[in-house]
Every structure is written in structure tokens, then in C-alpha cells.
């Protein structure tokens, strides 16, 4: 009788099959896109390469897992220091996001808390595929998410914006979107100003009457790098024109 992967196992293998397609000159390319502060290491595959092996894995434990497997698979293969591990522990945990429960909000922010989301690719992949969607499946935690723009960890703070960002595409929980841009535009870390744009110039896809409002009220406090990744999707003159109305 053929034996079930249990997360363990299921874990052990995918670090092994990612070890053995990995490539060292890739590896060192990848750590070019990150910060000296972000503690994350490579194994060297292409996203496409790792996403093959996430796929290959998960055809074969599909008939019998359920999301309390892919949960602890996600809390091995997120704290392992290589960024490929940590994206398949989280995309596994997202195909089950239909059962998902508003308890993983708490395990959410530890994970962020602890750094093992330590760098904006896991930290943006982790919100756009598991803390967005629960979001949005549970709106009560939005209460929640707001006192995150004040916790002392950058990741936390970051996955504020970010998971807000696929909502606000789509026209949902704009106030909540501008707010917690407000209270994020005074942090002096350029990867919270990135995500502060992000999301601003996501919520302006449906709205963009209301964007050009807050930015005319709010633009000369938000950080310039904000500002211009708010503004991207406006034409050239009226980012011209935003731009000099906002000089602080």
C-alpha cells in the first residue's frame, strides 16, 4: 500500500528536489534584488522552475490532504532560510484558501514577527496569496490589520498595505486602504513608501477621482517615492501636475 506523505516528509523532499535543481549562478543573481538586511538565501530556480516543483507535489498529495496539512507544511517551509522553500510552503497553504480560518490571522503575524518572512518577495507573496484573501473572507480582522501600521517590525508593517492591495484593485475597502496609507506615511523605511504607492495606486484603478483627491490633500506628507508609484497609472501631464501641486 502506497504510505501518505506526512508534512514532514512532504517537506524534507521538496527542500531536496529544489537543492537538486537549483543553480549556484542563479542563486548568487537572485541575492542581488534584496537588501543586506533581508536574511534570505537561494536555492537558484527560476519561479516558473519552483512553481513546477510546487505543482508536481502537490498532485501527489491532493486526494488526501486537507488544510491542516498544508498549514504545518507552510510553518516548516517557511522558517527554512531559502526563499523557493518559503514560496511553496505558501502557495500550498493558498489552495486551500477556502478553509482558511480567521485563527491563522494571529499565526500570520507570527511568522512576520519572527522574520521568516524576512524580505519583500515572501513578505508581498505571502499577503497577495494567504493574508489577503483571509482578509477578504473574514472583514472583521481589518480592525486588526490597522493596528499592525503601528508594530515596530518592518514586515508587519508592510503586510498592512500589501494586504490590502488585491481588495483595493478591485474597488473593496478603499477607506481602509487610505487609511492605513496615512498612518504608514511617516516610516522611513523606502520598502514601506513602496508598498504606501502600491496600494495607493492600486485603490486609484476603480477611483481615480478619489486618489487625485487624497494626493492633493495628503501628497505634500507622503514620502516622494510614494508619491510616484501612486501616480503611475494617471497620464503624463497629470502626473506632471500632481507632482509639482504635491512639493512639500
Not at 480592525?143 to 481588495?167: E, F, I, K
Request: aromatic content about 10%; overall charge positive; hydrophobic content about 45%.
Amino acid at each position: 500500500m502506497e504510505t501518505k506523505l506526512t508534512p514532514a516528509h512532504a517537506a524534507k523532499q521538496i527542500c531536496q528536489a529544489l537543492k537538486a535543481e537549483g543553480k549556484p549562478a542563479r542563486a548568487a543573481q537572485s541575492r542581488k534584488f534584496f537588501k543586506d538586511d533581508e536574511d534570505v538565501q537561494f536555492y537558484g530556480l527560476s519561479v516558473p522552475e519552483a512553481r513546477q516543483v510546487e505543482r508536481e507535489f502537490f498532485a501527489a498529495v491532493k486526494p488526501y490532504w486537507t488544510v491542516a496539512e498544508a498549514f504545518v507544511l507552510c510553518d516548516l517551509l517557511i522558517r527554512d532560510s531559502h526563499l523557493e522553500a518559503k514560496q511553496i510552503g505558501i502557495e500550498v497553504l493558498a489552495r486551500f484558501k477556502r478553509k482558511f480560518s480567521p485563527a491563522l490571522f494571529d499565526t500570520s503575524k507570527e511568522w512576520l514577527t519572527k522574520n521568516y518572512c524576512g524580505n519583500w518577495a515572501t513578505t508581498d507573496a505571502f499577503c497577495s496569496l494567504v493574508l489577503g484573501p483571509l482578509v477578504q473572507m473574514y472583514p472583521a480582522l481589518l480592525v486588526d490589520l490597522h493596528h499592525w501600521t503601528q508594530d515596530r517590525n518592518l514586515w508587519v508593517r508592510r503586510a498592512a498595505a500589501v494586504s490590502l492591495v488585491s481588495a483595493a484593485r478591485r474597488g473593496l475597502y478603499l477607506e481602509d486602504a487610505y487609511q492605513v496609507a496615512v498612518a504608514l506615511r511617516d516610516y522611513p523605511e523606502d520598502l514601506i513608501h513602496k508598498a504606501v504607492g502600491w496600494l495607493l495606486r492600486e485603490a486609484g484603478r476603480t477611483d481615480a477621482a478619489r486618489l487625485e483627491s487624497f494626493l492633493l490633500a495628503q501628497g505634500a506628507r507622503l514620502p516622494r517615492t510614494a508619491l510616484r508609484y501612486a501616480i503611475e497609472k494617471f497620464p503624463p501631464e497629470k502626473r506632471k501636475w500632481l507632482l509639482e501641486q504635491t512639493k512639500p
